[in-house]
């Protein structure tokens, strides 16, 4: 049986994979946490799946998600993995924002496991590129092999960048990914406002080590925890990013 953290994942994965086959590559792009799992190696579960799309009106998608969601073929794929019943509901259905709450049901657990699938409709064009899912995750499921549209890494990078800066709660899981970013590849120089990098560095420094605990350590692979739980560690973090944000100052 599949760990909690592993359903929601495999459940993502599963989802998009039916999606895939009703949506044009060109009008959508995974991103956020999962982005970074499946495209960049991340040791981080995401709880969510988040995309981008464009074009498609919004009650053609909601008539399409909620066809793959009741489909008995994705609950039959699920079923054999443990995942013996899918609930959902979708409070959240704007021009701009569309989102459906999943309650997943597993054999083993007293209580349903909860994930969110939610697509954001701000740009008329999306940039996305067709990738493979990391072969790693895709055997772990024994699934074959999958190909998605995703953001690039100079997309994802801006984004956490973003995310750090605006969002009402900071969340330790951006400076994480941030720091996981820059470790990929040399990292791009994003032409960010000094405004919003200030607002980022802020959001940065009110980070605790307990607030990285709860908010990323608890959410890695479980063979991973040890060697990221330490305070050591998440100051290295924090002082990498934070330098970094410091450099792309205007």
């Not at 953290?5 to 998009?16: D, P, R, Y």
């Not at 019943?85 to 496991?113: D, F, G, N, S, V």
């Not at 959410?219 to 450099?247: C, I, R």
Request: charged content about 20%.
């Amino acid at each position: 049986m599949l760990a909690p953290k592993a359903c929601v994942e495999l459940f993502h994965l599963m989802f998009l994979r039916q999606f895939n086959t009703q949506i044009d590559a060109d009008l959508y792009a995974i991103k956020g946490g999962c982005n970074l799992r499946f495209f960049f190696n991340s040791v981080r579960y995401s709880e969510d799946l988040d995309i981008d799309i464009c074009t498609i009106q919004k009650e053609t998608l909601t008539n399409k998600v909620n066809k793959i969601l009741s489909s008995p073929s994705l609950l039959k794929l699920l079923q054999g993995y443990g995942i013996s019943q899918i609930a959902t509901t979708a409070p959240t259905q704007t021009q701009t924002t569309q989102r459906w709450k999943i309650q997943l049901y597993i054999e083993t657990a007293e209580m349903p496991y909860h994930t969110k699938i939610e697509f954001s409709r701000r740009n008329e064009k999306i940039f996305a590129e067709l990738a493979n899912v990391n072969m790693k995750i895709c055997q772990a499921y024994q699934l074959a092999p999958l190909r998605f549209a995703h953001y690039n890494l100079s997309d994802a990078l801006e984004q956490k960048i973003l995310a750090l800066a605006h969002r009402t709660l900071t969340q330790a899981r951006d400076i994480f990914d941030i720091y996981h970013l820059l470790h990929i590849a040399t990292p791009p120089k994003l032409k960010i406002t000094n405004d919003i990098l200030l607002k980022a560095q802020e959001s940065l420094l009110s980070i605790s080590f307990d607030d990285y605990k709860s908010q990323v350590v608890n959410f890695l692979e479980s063979e991973q925890q040890p060697s990221f739980d330490n305070e050591a560690y998440w100051k290295e973090v924090s002082d990498v990013v934070f330098n970094y944000l410091n450099g792309l100052s205007l």
